[in-house]
């Protein structure tokens, strides 16, 4: 059996226009410690991360507890948005079709198949053990709608908010047989419904 572990980022800076960069809030920092407490007494063979700013920074301190490199892969990112292509129609609209995506962005079939590839040979390369995977919003929600295809657009909403946010999938070779939810702190936002926040 294998544990894997993903852990969406703490609450980020939305006044950050980079995405890459985005940093978290103070209180983004202070919340990822609760990622350090819930992994301290576990076991943690592997880490690994989307190399966006907010997620690496919300695993850092596990990593150092457990004396882990950060294995960075750029296809764990988040899905590439354009203008306009993160508010609640949108979200929808996507949701409602994985193949429709805002021009230059991403749809969630194409979000899905990059952190799909990734998965299975994290999983490949870790049978046995217990994986840590730093990621994001839509890139977690299009992994558990490959895994439950019942996993729409009102799921993911019930997730955007929970930053950080850890979900544990135990896999027997490449093949999910459980999945946990564990611990999340909820973030409440101002401004435009649900934007930018992935």
């Not at 576990?42 to 997620?55: E, F, G, H, T, W």
């Not at 198949?113 to 977690?140: C, D, P, W, Y």
Request: hydrophobic fraction near 35%.
């Amino acid at each position: 059996m294998t544990k894997v572990y993903f852990v969406r980022h703490a609450q980020p800076r939305h006044d950050h226009a980079d995405d890459r960069t985005r940093p978290l809030t103070d209180e983004g920092i202070a919340d990822s410690r609760a990622v350090l407490g819930f992994f301290r007494d576990r076991q943690v063979d592997a880490i690994y991360c989307s190399p966006y700013k907010r997620s690496v920074d919300t695993i850092k301190s596990t990593a150092e507890h457990f004396g882990l490199e950060i294995i960075l892969d750029e296809r764990l990112r988040e899905r590439e948005k354009w203008e306009g292509g993160n508010n609640l129609g949108m979200f929808q609209k996507r949701w409602a079709d994985h193949d429709y995506h805002e021009e230059n962005g991403e749809s969630i079939a194409m979000v899905q198949r990059r952190n799909i590839e990734a998965l299975n040979e994290i999983l490949k390369e870790n049978g046995g053990k217990s994986v840590v995977v730093g990621t994001h919003g839509t890139a977690l929600s299009s992994i558990i709608n490959y895994f439950k295809p019942d996993f729409g657009c009102g799921d993911f909403l019930r997730i955007i908010d929970r930053m950080p946010y850890i979900l544990e999938m135990d896999f027997d070779g490449l093949r999910l047989s459980s999945m946990t939810e564990h611990l999340h702190v909820e973030k409440e936002f101002k401004g435009s419904a649900r934007a930018d926040k992935a």
